[in-house]
């Protein structure tokens, strides 16, 4: 049991299709308890109820630095202890530069760059009291590849800066214990792609991987177990490229 006794934060888990939702399921598997984290408290607890009884669900919009902060010093209550944290929470919009406004930049940038800072920010005094704590945060291909995929220039930028985020967090914290990864998937069959691509985008894209298919959520869960683990206990500022082979550099 890779994840025994650890205790794992998931944010924007409650999507029952999501890489967040599969990911709580292999860690709890594992033997974590595992809070997840979504817009809405209802489902956030109806994931958490589905995986098990010993995990829990709280509303959280990662945007919000004070509900960040509050939510944090509510799992301490309840659950005691924070192992590791996934900033996992994200909004995708394939508009281009001339079709989005400044509501989607905002949408698409704090979902994942203030979310990841704030999520960060209110785990680190507790991780650093303990020296011990892994953060994964959940970057892109899109941020490698420039998007062209789903991702307009802002949901682009938005994973760039995730994963260059996740590096400079790597550098500062280590020291502390704790290690900070990203993993950049390449597309993933989630609620992500509805309305923007069908299944003959799916398998055009399918095409151009070298394992001939598009990731499934626990492609990523997968590489989420490995960073959130002991398992890679001296790995810490990468970019785990987990694309099928979509984009090879
Ligand atoms: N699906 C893909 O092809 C793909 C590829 C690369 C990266 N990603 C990234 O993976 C992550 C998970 O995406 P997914 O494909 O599982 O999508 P999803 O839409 O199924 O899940 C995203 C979840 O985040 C939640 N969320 C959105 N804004 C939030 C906020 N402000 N606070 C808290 N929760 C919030 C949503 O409610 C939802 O449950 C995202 O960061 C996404 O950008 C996805």
């Known amino acids: 049991m890779l994840m025994k006794d650890k205790i794992v934060i998931i944010t924007g888990g409650a999507s029952p299709l999501g890489i967040g939702f599969a990911t709580a399921g292999r860690m709890a598997a594992e033997g974590a308890r595992v809070a997840i984290l979504d817009l809405n408290v209802q489902e956030a607890q109806k994931a958490a109820a589905q995986i098990g009884a010993v995990h829990r669900g709280y509303a959280c919009d990662v945007r919000n630095?004070?509900?960040c902060q509050e939510v944090i010093s509510q799992i301490l209550d309840d659950m005691g202890t924070i192992d590791v944290l996934v900033n996992n929470a994200g909004v995708s919009q394939s508009h281009r530069i001339m079709d989005s406004t400044r509501d989607d930049y905002d949408l698409v940038m704090d979902s994942s760059v203030r979310g990841t800072y704030n999520m960060t920010r209110a785990v680190v005094p507790h991780m650093r009291s303990r020296r011990y704590g892994s953060i994964v945060c959940i970057g892109s291909?899109?941020?490698q590849r420039g998007g062209g995929i789903l991702g307009g220039p802002h949901y682009t930028a938005a994973k760039g800066a995730v994963q260059a985020m996740a590096k400079a967090l790597a550098r500062e914290l280590g020291?502390?214990?704790i290690r900070v990864n990203a993993i950049a998937p390449g597309l993933c069959d989630t609620a992500l792609l509805f309305g923007k691509l069908d299944e003959a985008g799916k398998r055009r894209v399918a095409e151009s991987t070298v394992l001939g298919r598009v990731a499934v959520p626990a492609d990523i869960a997968n590489a989420c177990l490995y960073l959130g683990s002991?398992?890679?206990?001296y790995v810490t500022g990468i970019i785990l490229d987990v694309n099928g082979g979509l984009h090879i550099h």
Not at 230 to 233: A, I, N, R, T
């Open 175 to 177: 020291l502390d214990g």
């Open 65 to 67: 630095e004070a509900v």
């Open 141 to 143: 291909v899109a941020a």
């Open 230 to 233: 002991d398992m890679s206990s």
